[in-house]
């Protein structure tokens, strides 16, 4: 047990130990030392609604037992195996994972974060098509490393560090005039979100994406869907890019993939996997047995339940009762399933620490939206208490 002293919570000291050590970047405000289900406690033993899952990676929630063994069972059993060589987990894992894909995009690489999935989509494009240009869209996230830096259209992310290693041709998302205006025969990819998560939670519009389908075919370019946030059951299907029927080249996925653990993943069609020189990416880590065996206990979820059910049964709740919460301070909700942004006419950002304060964990998605990306496994009571707490801080904000 740690404890503080006089002037300070167990919380503050832990937050000041941590800070003297890390790199500076973040401005800690609460530290976390348990969960279940959807609550998390802090060091102070507050409890909290988990709406954040760790910016959607909880999918399961917290201490869910099934994955738990499963992580437990493969730490006893074999950690560390590399992907040149084989592994019964992986595989098990790469044939679950493969089945949920859309046709033909059944070749899958694996690795440990979204940015770094995004990073190999971009160097498999530019195997694949010989071309070094992207399309991408205007608000949207791909990453923080540097390849994936030049997809993410923030300029305060950007900017420091440019010039970065891929010429990027912004579209404003959704116009599909814009998309046809800008593809052309020196595109590489052209790389869009279903669902801009960071951006503001906006999705795309109906035809959008099989538009840009029809632009990648015709100027030999690949389409590649970014499904890190959207992925994984997080809109009531397990991919958000069936709500519009298109089959990309590449789906790069991560975030919920592994409950928590780790992972990244990017899911191509053959043609695209075989342009690659062998030898020609690798990762250490990627594709561990832990990593695996927490994905397979993820996917099996889905096929035990009606998890994607739910998923659309409570969201429709969730965003039924934001649109129902009678604030001047409103101005719309959006999203799918359980990836919901509620848009204010003012900055959310005292709302956030408001609605911490109140017990609810949330994130932004941009200056003036509140984004709720709660575990998969949040019900119908906790989804209520959520929006009566919601419609309390933004009255108590009049």
């Known amino acids: 047990m740690i404890e503080p002293s006089s002037t300070q919570s167990v919380g503050h000291a832990l ?20 969960g279940q289900g959807v609550r998390l406690w802090d060091a102070d033993g507050r409890e ?31 950690i560390v195996c590399p992907q040149n060589l084989g592994n019964d987990v992986r595989t098990a894992f790469l044939e679950a994972l493969a089945a949920r894909m859309p046709t033909g995009v059944d070749r899958i690489f694996l690795a440990n974060s979204g940015a770094e999935a995004n990073e190999a989509s971009l160097k498999w494009a530019l195997a694949a098509t010989g071309r070094r240009r992207v399309v991408a869209a205007k608000r949207g996230f791909a990453g923080r490393t540097m390849g994936a830096l030049s997809l993410t259209w923030e300029a305060s992310y950007r900017e420091p560090f440019e010039p970065l290693p891929y010429p990027v041709d912004w579209v404003s998302y959704g116009d599909e005039s814009d998309l046809e205006a800008t593809v052309s025969n020196e595109t590489a990819v052209i790389w869009l979100e279903p669902i801009q998560g960071e951006g503001g939670v906006h999705v795309a519009p109906a035809g959008y994406l099989q538009r840009a389908r029809e632009l990648a ?8 869907i970014d499904e890190i946030q959207t992925g994984v059951g997080r809109t009531g299907r397990f991919l958000a890019l069936e709500h519009a029927g298109v089959v990309p080249d590449m789906v790069t996925m991560a ?10 993943a990017v899911a191509m069609t053959s043609a695209v996997a075989t342009a690659m020189p062998k030898g020609g990416h690798g990762t250490t880590f990627g594709g561990n047995p832990l990593a695996a065996a927490a994905g397979l206990a993820v996917l099996r979820e889905f096929d035990q339940g009606d998890l994607l059910a739910h998923v659309e049964r409570v969201g429709q709740r969730l965003r039924a009762g934001l649109e129902a919460i009678a604030s ?41 939206v509140i984004r709720f990306v709660p575990p998969l496994v949040i019900d119908e009571a906790e989804v209520d208490e959520v929006v009566a707490r919601v419609a309390r801080v933004l009255e108590a904000g009049n």
């Not at 937050?15 to 790199?23: D, I, K, S, Y």
């Not at 959607?56 to 063994?69: E, I, K, N």
């Not at 799918?336 to 609810?360: C, F, I, N, S």
Request: net charge positive; aromatic share 4%; proline share 5%.
């Open 328 to 368: 001047p301070k409103v101005r719309t909700v959006r999203g799918q399933g359980l990836m919901l942004g509620l848009e204010l006419k003012e900055k959310v950002a005292p709302y956030v620490d408001a609605l911490r304060d109140a017990g609810v964990l949330v994130i932004n998605a941009g200056a003036t």
């Open 15 to 34: 937050l000041a130990r941590e800070a003297a050590h890390g790199p500076g970047l973040w401005a800690q405000t609460v530290a976390f030392v348990r």
């Open 255 to 264: 975030k919920g993939l592994a409950g928590g653990v780790p992972i990244g």
């Open 217 to 224: 075919d015709a100027a030999g370019a690949l389409l590649v």
């Open 48 to 78: 909290y609604l988990d709406c954040m899952a760790g910016i959607a990676v909880a999918s399961l929630g917290h201490a869910h037992p099934r994955l738990a063994a499963a992580i437990h069972e493969q730490a006893l059993r074999l």
